[in-house]
C-alpha cells in the first residue's frame, strides 16, 4: 500500500500539494466569471445575493484563518476568495443602473469577522461553521435567480468546471 510507503513528512507534502491545487482552481474558478461580466458590462443572470452570502463565508474563513495561523493553502484559500468576491460586490456595483453603491459596503464586512475572533476568541470554534454554511445557502439565490429568468445565462460554465476541479482536489 502507497500509504505504507510513505511517511507523515511525505504525506505532509502530498496534503499540501493538493491543497494548493484546490486552492489554484478555487481562485482561479471566480476568474471566467469576472471577465465574462467585464466583457459584457453586465451582471444580468448573476446573483447579487448569492455573492453576498459568499463573501460573508470568505471573510470569516481568511480572518479566522488569520488569527489561528492556519496553514498556508487554506489561508491563501480565503484570502482569494475575499478578493475575488471583492471584485463581484465592485462589478454589481458599477453594472446596475443606478449606481448600488450598498454592494461596496460588504467589502467592509472584513471588519466583523476580526472584531469578534480579536475580542472573543473562542468564537472562532463557532464562526468556523460560517463558511461553510453560507457556501451551501449562497446556491439558493443564484437557483432563484436562474428558476426566474428560464436560463443559466449570465453564468460562466469554465467556472462551474473549475469549481468541480477544486473539490475533487481538496
Known amino acids: 500500500d502507497m500509504a505504507d510507503e510513505m511517511d507523515d513528512e511525505q504525506l505532509l507534502m502530498v ?3 493538493f491543497g494548493l491545487l484546490a486552492s489554484t482552481a478555487f481562485t482561479l474558478q471566480y476568474l471566467p466569471q469576472a471577465i465574462y461580466n467585464w466583457r459584457r458590462k453586465g451582471v444580468r443572470g448573476f446573483s447579487a445575493d448569492s455573492i453576498v452570502f459568499k463573501h460573508i463565508g470568505a471573510c470569516f474563513l481568511f480572518v479566522n484563518c488569520v488569527l489561528i ?3 498556508f493553502p487554506v489561508t491563501l484559500y480565503g484570502f482569494f476568495n475575499v478578493l475575488q ?4 460586490l465592485v462589478q454589481f456595483t458599477i453594472y446596475r443602473q443606478p449606481l448600488q453603491l450598498k454592494y461596496m459596503l460588504w467589502i467592509c464586512f472584513l471588519a466583523v469577522p476580526f472584531a469578534m475572533g480579536s475580542l472573543w476568541p473562542s468564537s472562532i470554534s463557532y464562526t468556523n461553521t460560517v463558511k461553510p ?7 439558493l439565490p443564484q437557483l432563484r435567480v436562474c428558476i426566474q429568468q428560464r436560463t443559466t445565462a449570465g453564468l460562466s460554465l469554465l467556472t462551474q468546471h473549475l469549481n468541480i476541479f477544486g ?3 481538496g
Do not use: D, K, Y
Request: hydrophobic residues 40%.
Open 69 to 71: 495561523r492556519e496553514r
Open 85 to 88: 468576491h471583492s471584485i463581484f
Open 167 to 169: 473539490g475533487l482536489a
Open 15 to 17: 496534503a499540501n500539494g
Open 133 to 139: 454554511l453560507c457556501q451551501i445557502i449562497s446556491h
